[in-house]
């Protein structure tokens, strides 16, 4: 297979995790299965809207897999695929590279310095 072969998934790739928020439900994903409200309140900034659209669009591309527990109340949990944990080298990779060359904005910069650092590798 030529390089050129795979412009067009690589492209397509880079769409689905770069998609704002994408990224950042899948990373909070990798520590294990979600309800909504816990995604929800771990990305503060994020729309409840926005956030159901995300989980159905990585749902669909088999990233995310959604399970409904017949419970009162129902219980609904998000959770990572196969496909979406053969992810966690890349955030992992790009959670170093960000360590080593990316600047915290001012805000983030004042949090750090009074909470220890989870983010570590």
Known sequence: MEERDLCPRFERAMGIISKRWSGLIVHRL???PQRFCNIE????????RVLSERL???EQEGIVLRA???ETPVRIEYSLTEK?????????????W????VEANAEESAESAA???DHAP
């Not at 309140?41 to 409840?48: M, V, Y």
């Not at 960000?98 to 060359?101: E, K, L, Q, R, T």
Request: aromatic share 8%; glycine share 14%; no cysteine.
């Open 68 to 70: 409904v527990y017949p």
């Open 41 to 48: 309140s771990a990305l503060p900034s994020i729309s409840g």
């Open 115 to 117: 909470a220890p650092d």
């Open 56 to 58: 159905k669009e990585l």
């Open 30 to 32: 990798m520590q294990g």
């Open 98 to 101: 960000a360590g080593g060359w």
């Open 84 to 96: 979406g944990r053969a992810l966690e080298p890349v955030f992992r990779e790009v959670q170093k």
